[in-house]
């Protein structure tokens, strides 16, 4: 969609309208959607705080929703349609590129950002909801490896199946003659029943 709005565009009309496209994207920047935000999140009173207001006055206008709003004057030949066109699309890219590139940084000045607990995803294999089984992953360590050093002599609970090793980098598809080694992280599925029990 923005490679087909980009064709309408001509950058040597873009040039004339510079000046107005920088002081009206200062102007939705700085005034317009600050303002804007704030009065329509007022009511909600302290539920928002104000640096989560100002964090949404500050993500800007985005996406090609605005410039196919411009294109309507154009189609219409509205006098003016075209500058009209032209500036959107300049206040737009400004917007994306100022205000986009930056939302993160901004986020992490308004301290809104949260740190992602690290999740030991050590196959990257997820199954839905429905299948009615679970996927657990257990480090090898001396303790299970007491009672024999094979898959076949681990005390799994029942219904739990190895369904890999990751060694290194190496994945490993068990079978119960697999010799299992310290620091081994096995892949096992089981029921929901046996994880509820």
């Not at 199954?127 to 679970?134: F, K």
Request: proline residues 6%; aromatic residues 10%; negative net charge.
């Amino acid at each position: 969609m923005f490679l087909i709005l980009g064709l309408l565009v001509n950058p040597h009309e873009m040039l004339p309208i510079g000046v107005a496209g920088v002081l009206v994207s200062i102007f939705m920047m700085f005034v317009a959607r600050p303002l804007s935000v704030w009065l329509c999140l007022w009511p909600f009173g302290h539920k928002i705080t104000n640096k989560s207001k100002l964090f949404i006055s500050w993500v800007g206008i985005r996406g090609a929703a605005p410039i196919i709003f411009a294109t309507y004057p154009v189609m219409a030949k509205v006098d003016g349609g075209g500058q009209i066109f032209n500036l959107v699309f300049f206040v737009t890219l400004i917007s994306l590129l100022f205000q986009g590139m930056s939302l993160s940084w901004f986020a992490r000045k308004l301290d809104l950002t949260e740190v992602l607990p690290e999740k030991n995803d050590h196959f990257g294999i997820e199954l839905p909801d429905d299948v009615g089984s679970t996927l657990h992953e257990v480090l090898c360590t001396e303790e299970m490896l007491l009672c024999g050093s094979y898959i076949r002599d681990l005390s799994l609970p029942p219904g739990a199946l190895v369904m890999l090793v990751r060694r290194g980098n190496d994945y490993i598809v068990p079978n119960g003659s697999v010799e299992l080694k310290l620091g081994d992280i096995l892949l096992l599925i089981s029921g929901k029943q046996m994880q509820e029990d």
